[in-house]
């Protein structure tokens, strides 16, 4: 469990803040009262204090494998974010169930629910879910061996968390840092890293980074070939895991006692261990942590001649395999073309007919503006499948009104890049924009500059009020808005 910055009352803070110093002792009576208060006020009508209280909760169980006893409530209280207009709540929410996901192996949807939770964090300018959002995509990566990618996400989000009090998400960033780092053979790099985690951890007192750090240390310490280092961490972290109720780190470092137990000529112990990790495993539905663990059972057996045992576990492996590769296939857009217009666009992609695009600007200079606009209109609506284009300006037509919307306007000058809006229900300032046309759709929103100062806004419109906008649609809306910057339609 750690503080939300903020919470959705100074009162509800305080009380998380009392909660969090006695959960570690007392964690099944803190995750009562969690779940009364936040029955109580869901009941209320008190939306953002109770989604609030529901995601302290999540934090409070996931280590304990218990996240997945949540999920029904998360995705109702989703949809209760969203019918209520709290974008921030609407992220906590979709940073938890990205966690879910991750944690069973369903890469595909865990990467939704992040990028979901990034986007909605980005527009209400909530640092502490994009850092984690930011930390789950680059575990995606490292998840699909993506390791230098995955170090780049983690980067990033260490620059957004430079200058933060926030003692949780620092033991977390610096843990996975290590990770990224000791994969591409930077090893006295991670070790630093491993050690802000740990204090990090104890300076916040979250035991389950403390347990894990120690973990970390000990696979350091065995790439080192320091046996007696290895031993003493790896103890400490299957000790606090154990004591504490934290069945996916116990598992995770079981399987190091097995490297552990084979470099000292210990078979037996090794196979107990790597049993004992996959119980958990299973315990907790970890696809992923199940089948490393069919795969070390595999390898161990078959050096005991038990062939038979080993295909079994080996079997189970490759299904496990099979099962997370088929989780992880992205699914097919909803805005692609289909029937006769698949067949005539699937040669062209987004980037290509941008490319396009930008090698008519010379042409579009010449034009009047009012035609120069329209085209560019058209291309953007058929480059990336929307209902509408729409250019909005602070002074000339159509206009956004410096007294109606001025917090959209200081959203749009603070942020200064394109905004993804999932969700047209979730948009910070949705009460000033209500009414405005496409302001009930999701869309990206980019802001116009010209010559420093904010001169305007591109809506880049879907025709459905949510979509889950990629990576590669905020980069091409980038460059549509430097085209309308560049021929001065603004």
């Not at 008190?46 to 006893?69: M, N, S």
């Not at 930011?134 to 780049?152: K, M, N, S, T, V």
């Not at 410096?402 to 993804?420: C, D, E, I, S």
């Not at 990629?470 to 021929?487: D, N, V």
């Amino acid at each position: 469990m750690f503080p939300l910055l903020p919470a959705a009352c100074d009162a509800l803070a305080q009380l998380l803040t009392r909660l969090q110093t006695v959960s570690g002792r007392h964690p099944a009576a803190a995750e009562r009262l969690l779940a009364t208060l936040s029955q109580r006020a869901l009941e209320q009508g008190d939306v953002a204090a109770g989604i609030d209280a529901l995601y302290a909760r999540f934090a409070l169980l996931e280590p304990r494998g218990r996240a997945q006893e949540l999920l029904p409530e998360l995705e109702q209280a989703g949809a209760q974010a969203a019918a209520g207009h709290f974008p921030v709540q609407a992220a906590r929410v979709c940073e938890a169930l990205g966690r879910i996901a991750y944690q069973q192996g369903e890469y595909q949807l865990a990467g939704e629910q992040w990028s979901r939770a990034l986007d909605l964090a980005e527009v209400s300018n909530h640092l502490q879910t994009g850092v984690a959002a930011r930390i789950g995509l680059g575990q995606l990566h490292y998840a699909q061996g993506e390791w230098p990618r995955g170090l780049r996400q983690m980067r990033d989000a260490a620059e957004r968390l430079a200058g933060q009090d926030d003692s949780y998400l620092a033991a977390k960033l610096a843990l996975n840092l290590g990770v990224g780092l000791i994969e591409t053979g930077e090893l006295q790099a991670a070790e630093r890293q491993f050690s802000h985690g740990l204090a990090a951890a104890r300076r916040g007192q979250h035991r389950v980074f403390e347990a894990e750090a120690h973990w970390h240390l000990a696979q350091a310490a065995l790439a080192r070939q320091r046996m007696d280092w290895a031993i003493a961490d790896c103890r400490l972290a299957l000790d606090i895991a154990a004591r504490q109720g934290y069945p996916w780190l116990e598992a995770a470092a079981s399987r190091t006692w097995t490297e552990i137990a084979l470099a000292r000529g210990d078979t037996a112990a090794a196979v107990r261990s790597t049993r004992h990790a996959l119980a958990l495993a299973q315990r907790i539905h970890s696809r992923a942590q199940a089948r490393q663990a069919h795969r070390q059972l595999a390898d161990l057996l078959q050096q005991q001649g038990d062939a038979e045992g080993a295909l079994q576990h080996l079997q189970q492996h490759l299904a496990l395999q099979s099962e997370i590769e088929r989780l992880s296939q992205p699914t097919p857009a909803a805005h692609a073309p289909t029937g006769s217009d698949a067949g005539t666009q699937a040669a062209v992609t987004p980037e290509e007919q941008l490319l396009q695009l930008c090698g008519e600007r010379a042409r579009l200079a010449t034009l009047p503006p009012a035609a120069a606009l329209g085209e560019l209109q058209t291309a953007a609506t058929r480059l990336l499948g929307l209902a509408s284009v729409r250019r909005w300006q602070i002074s000339g037509t159509p206009a956004l009104d410096a007294t109606q919307q001025a917090r959209y306007l200081a959203l749009l000058a603070r942020h200064g890049a394109p905004l993804a809006l999932p969700d047209a229900a979730l948009h910070p300032c949705h009460a000033e924009l209500a009414g405005l046309p496409g302001a009930a759709q999701a869309r990206i929103e980019v802001p116009l500059f010209r010559a420093g100062q904010l001169r305007g806004a591109l809506w880049l419109v879907d025709a459905r009020p949510t979509r889950a906008w990629t990576r590669q649609e905020l980069l091409i809306a980038s460059q549509l808005a430097l085209l309308f910057e560049a021929l001065s339609l603004i």
